[in-house]
């Protein structure tokens, strides 16, 4: 959660500077979806982590949807963070081992 909240969580959108990438060209790397993975497309919108995303959902009174929005996605860290921290454990174990199987 640390790493999130400080800019240094080492999602494509933070990692980009290092090989000089613009930020249009951060794309997720974990799906299909041409998106940049930016920390709402982390947490709301990538596929990969849909079942994380829905036991966090499950946890709180906010609809999840399909793909969330920005309130929803502010709402979790003003008044759902240990859910929201939760569900960060799960998702970055459930890449380590889709990155290195």
Excluded at 39 to 68: N, S, V, W
Aim: charged share 30%; glycine share 8%.
């Amino acid at each position: 959660m640390a790493q999130l909240r400080s800019g240094i969580l080492p999602i494509r959108i933070e990692t980009g500077p290092f090989c000089k990438l613009p930020v249009e060209e951060r794309l997720c790397e974990m799906c299909n979806q041409g998106k940049v993975e930016d920390e709402f497309h982390f947490i709301m919108e990538c596929p990969l982590y849909h079942q994380e995303r829905q036991g966090m959902f499950e946890k709180t009174d906010i609809d999840g949807g399909a793909g969330g929005d920005r309130e929803n996605f502010q709402l979790l860290f003003k008044t759902h963070w240990r859910e929201v921290g939760a569900y960060l454990t799960a998702a970055w174990a459930k890449r380590r081992s889709t990155l290195f199987r």
